[in-house]
C-alpha cells in the first residue's frame, strides 16, 4: 500500500558533524519535531522528498544563560521553554506564547528552531524574538554565522538561510522592561494567530507583531512614536501606516488593523 511518506527519504545522523555532512553533500531539508511537516504531507502541498532528522542532536537542546540574556538551543521544545526557571525569568514573554502554540502534543514535539526556520509570519514565538532583538546562531560544515532576526526573513516564508546550514541556537541579550505578549485566534487555544505582538517597555520601547505583512515585523516608527510622548491615537495611526495586512481565510485586513489599533493600546496599559 503507497502512503503520504512512500516515496520519502529520510537520513538519521548520529552527531552534528554528521548532520552538516548530509547537508552539504545532499541538501536535504531539516526536520525535527515535523509539526508542520506532517500538515504538509497530510494537504499534499510539501514538494521536498529528502530530509534529514536533525531530532536525536540532543546538543542542540541546551537553555543556558548568556551575559544577563540566554542562549537557547534550536530544539528547545515550547514544553521546555515553559519549564525552563531561566526562560521564565528572563524571557517571560516567550513563555506566555509557548503555552499557547498547539496542544500539549504539539508543545512536546514543537521546537522554537523550527518556528524560526519554518519563516510564517503567523509564528506566535516570531513577534517576541524579534522584540527581544535575537540572534541567531546558523551552522554549516565550513563555520558558524550570527544573523540578527531582524535581517533573516526575506519575505513569505523565505530567509537568508543557506541549503546547507542549520539553525543552532537563538541568543536573546539581556532584557529591561516589562514584556508583554498578546495573541488574538479564532479560538482561546490551538489556533493560527489572526494578529500576534509582543512588546518591551523600554527605553524607547520595543515592539514586534506577526500576521499583518509576509513576515514578522518589528515597528520602529510607532516604538518611537510612544517613546516621544506621543497619544495612543497618534502611536495607532502610525501602527496602521507599518502593517500590511491583507484578507485570507483566517481574516480580513480590516479586521488586522483594528485588532492590532486595540493590542497596541492594550500594550501600553498593561505594562504602565
Known sequence: ?????????????????????????????????????????????LTTRRFVDIWPLRELRAITPLDGGVRIGALATYTSLVRSPLVRRRLPML???????????????????????????????????????????????SGERRVPIDEFYTGYRTSVMRPDELIVAIEIPAIDGAQWFRKVGTRAAQAISKVVMAGVRSTPPRLAIGSVAPTVLRLPRTEAALGSGASLDEAAATLADEIHPIDDLRSTAAYRRHVSANLLRRFWSDTA
Open 95 to 141: 513563555v506566555d506564547a509557548a503555552r499557547q502554540i498547539g496542544g500539549v502534543q504539539i508543545q512536546n514535539r514543537g521546537t522554537l528552531g523550527g518556528n524560526v526556520a519554518n519563516a510564517s509570519p503567523a509564528g506566535d514565538s516570531l513577534p517576541v524574538l524579534a522584540a527581544a532583538g535575537a540572534t541567531l546562531a546558523l551552522r554549516s560544515a
Open 1 to 45: 500500500m503507497r502512503t503520504a511518506i512512500t516515496t520519502l527519504d529520510l537520513r538519521r545522523p548520529r552527531s552534528m558533524d554528521d548532520a552538516l555532512r548530509i547537508l552539504q553533500d545532499e541538501r536535504p531539508t531539516p526536520i525535527a519535531g515535523a509539526t508542520d511537516v506532517y500538515v504538509a504531507l497530510n494537504f499534499g502541498t
